[in-house]
């Protein structure tokens, strides 16, 4: 019998298939982990945008998380798209009640690339208050950074102060994700642990097709949690299965496509080197 290590992705349904739950259970079978989902929401999207948003009740979210809990202990956890402050308080209490501090990746997703509301300006506060304390990790871009923090971020020095604020909110890792800047050739983003600041940087690709980027990322992120390795080390991993993503991105749909989320692991195959 082989056993394996578990990720949950608590998130929400992307039609099309690049970000949301879809991606994430397309990039933990590519790091080697069994993945599972809670659905917050399905939407209807494709690669134009998003069609229509179609929240789950909170008791369906809570029953996904004790079908789960009871059974299948994850070995890490994520959240993307919690959409309502009753979701947001159903997922935060059953963290508590399964123990999942130690293992909860926080992606706060807030606006689809396109523009549309993924989750409502009612729930930021309970995201800050009810869930920020209670997780390992937080993945914001730049414009969740700014929305959590009431900052405005332009500088360097910003972005490793927004880090600070993040981190009094309770996260014990904070990964300050560099996507949203465009300004250098560089995608930097940044990772602080409440002492030292870690800079990872790719160079930034020249594409539109960057759907699903920070769902796949955050999900590598918890993907190598689930395996056991540390923190610095599974962001340096997601980093690299982002950009082999975005640089072997999918020509499929007429605007903004998906990432490629085979692209990693073909890599590492085709150089006999185990992910
Ligand atoms: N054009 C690019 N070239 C290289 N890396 C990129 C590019 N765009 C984003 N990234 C990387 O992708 C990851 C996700 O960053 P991003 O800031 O796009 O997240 P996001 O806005 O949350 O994504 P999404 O909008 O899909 O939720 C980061 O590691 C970032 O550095
Ligand atoms: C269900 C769901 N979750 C997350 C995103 C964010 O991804 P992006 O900002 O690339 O549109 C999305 N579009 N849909």
Redesign the pocket.
Known sequence: MTSIRKALTI????SGG????QADLKTFQELGVYGMSALT?L?A?NTLG?QGVYPMEPETVAAQLDSIGSDLPPDAIKT??LFSSDIIRVVAGKVQQYGWQQKLVIDP?M????G?Q?LLQEAVQALITSLLPLSLAITPNLPEAEMLTGMTIESREDREQAARLLHQMGPEYIILKGGHDSSGDEAVDLLYDGREFQYMSSPRIATKH??????TFSAAVTACLALGRSMPEAVHTAKAFIQAAIEDSLNIGAGQGPTNHFAYGNRMRSRGIPL
Request: aromatic content about 0%; glycine content about 26%.
């Open positions: 998130a929400g349904s992307d690049g970000a949301g739950i929401a939407t999207q998003v993307g798209m997703v606006v689809a690339k396109g549309s993924l960057t759907h699903g980027t920070g769902c």
